[in-house]
């Protein structure tokens, strides 16, 4: 596993970004590989890309040596959102795709708390881009479900998190169930807001996720 820690460059910003990738992606323009975004909560945000190191879906990279799929993790800056980053993170997304040998049709994201409810912001608003969608304690507006009626979606959330409310998915997937037959919802029983390894460190979850190729 290669792991790099760059920022990308804008007309008036930088971001900074890890990207953890197989060694045989480097060099190997044959194959085609899986690329996962994450995005993380609001307590990461800054300008200290250290604070991306084992945490979250990048625990995963220590515990497995062998992931097969591209893992792009951006960091949000400090007074700002995942919302208002979307322009920018896309481009990124884009520069990396070009830059590296993935397959366009296994793009996936996942987010926790604020990077949840930018899971769902940007599932919602970049149609066409990402193949399944894990949003971890967030939130999102169902009135606007309907721009998800087609993308799988496997939410998590516990149900005594005192930070988001559990309310907040399950009005989400309430509002889906009869327009997405692909939504699914772990509820966490007893646990609060940080529940990452709930989903990041179970192979069912990697498998769920890889599963699914962008409809086309």
């Known amino acids: 596993m290669i792991v790099l820690e760059e920022k990308f460059a804008l007309p008036s910003k930088g971001i ?24 993380h909560g609001s307590n990461r945000r800054g300008d200290d890309i250290a604070l991306l190191r084992d945490y979250g879906l990048n625990t995963r990279i220590q515990a497995d040596n062998e992931l097969h799929f591209l893992i792009l993790s951006p960091q949000c800056p400090g007074d700002s959102s995942w919302t208002d980053e ?5 481009l990124l997304l884009e520069d ?27 599932a919602a608003h970049q149609q066409g881009v990402f193949a399944a969608v894990s949003p971890l304690s967030g939130w999102f507006n169902p009135d606007q479900a309907e721009l998800l009626k087609d993308i799988p979606i496997w939410a998590f959330h516990g149900d005594a998190d005192d930070i988001v409310p559990y309310e907040r ?48």
């Not at 900074?16 to 995005?39: I, K, S």
């Not at 979307?86 to 896309?90: G, K, V």
């Not at 998915?169 to 966490?188: F, S, Y």
């Open 96 to 122: 990396i795709l070009v830059r590296y040998p993935i397959d366009r049709q296994r793009v996936y994201l996942t987010g926790f708390s604020m990077g949840g409810h930018g899971a769902w912001y940007y």
């Open 16 to 39: 900074n970004y890890m990207l953890a990738l197989p060694e045989a992606c480097e060099g190997d323009d044959a194959a085609e590989w899986p690329l996962v975004l994450f995005l």
């Open 86 to 90: 979307m322009d920018d993170i896309m």
């Open 169 to 216: 998915t399950h009005e989400m997937v309430e509002a889906l169930k009869d327009i997405n037959p692909q939504i699914r919802l772990t509820t966490v029983p007893g646990e609060g807001h940080r529940i990452m390894h709930h989903a990041y460190d179970q192979d069912e979850w990697v498998e769920w996720l890889l599963s699914h190729r962008l409809k086309v």
